[in-house]
C-alpha cells in the first residue's frame, strides 16, 4: 500500500471563529483519515513563529502572527496512505480564488489572508510542525476497524 504518513493540520481562527470546526473535520474524516491528535488551544507568540519560520522575511509574515494568535485554533495530527498530498488537495490551493470547488479553501472562503486551514506540505515539515504543537507526546498510535476498508490492507 501508499505510505502511511502524518500531518500537521490547523483549523485556524476564522474557521473556528465561523463555526466551520465541524464540517471541515467532516471532511478529513470522510476522506478516511485518522485523527491520532487533537486539540482546541490558543496559539502562542512563540509557537506560531516558529511555526511560520519560513515566511520570517516575508511582508506578510507580522499579520500573519497577529491573525494566527488572535483567537483559539484547532489543531490536529492526521494519518493515512500519502496523507500529506491528500490533505493539502482536499484545502485547495493557498489562494482561495485560484482553488479548485470541492476543496475547503474554494467552498469557505474568498481571500488568502482568511484561508481556514493549514496542513504541512512535506514528510520532513510535518515532522517538525507535529513537535512544535505536539511536544508533550500526546499522539495516540492506534488503528480502527474500517481501517483495512479505507486503505485495503
Ligand atoms: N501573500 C500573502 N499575503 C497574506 N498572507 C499570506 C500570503 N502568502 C501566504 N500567506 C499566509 O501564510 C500562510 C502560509 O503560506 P504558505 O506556506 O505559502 O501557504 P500554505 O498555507 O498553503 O502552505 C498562508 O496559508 C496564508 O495564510
Ligand atoms: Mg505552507
Keep these: ?5 502524518r500531518s ?14 465541524g464540517e471541515i473535520l467532516a471532511r478529513y474524516e470522510q476522506r478516511g483519515l485518522r485523527i491520532a491528535a487533537l486539540k482546541l488551544e490558543l496559539i502562542t507568540r512563540e509557537i506560531a513563529e516558529r511555526h511560520y519560520g519560513e515566511h520570517k522575511d516575508k511582508p506578510f509574515f507580522a499579520g500573519l502572527v497577529e491573525f494566527i494568535t488572535s483567537a483559539p485554533s484547532v489543531l490536529m495530527v492526521l494519518e493515512g496512505p500519502e496523507a500529506i498530498r491528500i490533505i493539502r488537495d482536499t484545502n485547495g490551493d493557498t489562494k482561495p480564488a485560484q482553488a479548485l470547488p470541492g476543496t475547503i479553501r474554494a467552498d469557505f472562503g474568498l481571500t488568502i489572508d482568511r484561508n481556514l486551514v493549514h496542513a504541512s506540505d512535506s514528510i ?6 507535529v513537535a512544535n504543537f505536539f511536544g508533550d507526546g500526546s499522539i495516540i498510535d492506534y488503528t480502527r476497524a474500517i481501517d483495512s476498508w479505507i486503505n485495503g490492507d
Design 124 to 129: 520532513e515539515s510535518a515532522a517538525d510542525e
Design 1 to 5: 500500500m501508499a505510505q502511511n504518513e
Design 8 to 21: 500537521l493540520v490547523i483549523i485556524k481562527p476564522d474557521a473556528v471563529q465561523r463555526g466551520l470546526i
